[in-house]
């Protein structure tokens, strides 16, 4: 079992920059493969980046250099830096936990272990 929370959303205008960061808690937490996923409104979740336990990782063409993923394994923690925010970005940004690295980066709805959730939201 395997606790997700996030922190670190709110609101900032278009050009601006957040810092995500989401703590692991539980069982073993540095050996899952993490992520970030966004929910904006009317649209359904899609993945913005993840990292593995090895470090590999993945970012979605829509914030390749924008945003950044990273992760502190001793201190199982993974922070998302987003730069030059754009309104497209604005939704509900997850955290997300699963063994697979398949399943985190190509079946979500497969995917253990959900963060509760934190706003992003971009202005023009």
């Known amino acids: 079992q395997v606790q997700l929370v996030e922190s670190g959303g709110g609101l900032v205008q278009a050009g601006g920059s957040l810092r995500l960061s989401c703590a692991a808690s539980g069982r073993s937490p540095s050996t899952y493969a993490m992520g970030w996923f966004r929910q904006a409104p009317g649209k359904e979740r899609e993945l913005v980046a993840a990292?593995?336990?090895?470090?590999?990782?993945y970012h979605a063409d829509s914030v390749k250099g924008r945003f950044t993923i990273s992760r502190d394994i001793p201190k199982n923690t993974m922070a998302l830096q987003m730069n030059n925010l754009k309104p497209e970005d604005t939704g509900i940004y997850y955290c997300?936990?699963?063994?697979?690295?398949?399943?985190?980066?190509?079946?979500?709805?497969?995917?253990?272990?959900w963060g509760q959730g934190t706003q992003v939201t971009v202005s023009s």
């Open positions: 997300a936990a699963d063994r697979s690295w398949r399943v985190l980066t190509t079946t979500p709805e497969g995917i253990n272990y």
């Open positions: 990292i593995s336990s090895g470090n590999i990782t």
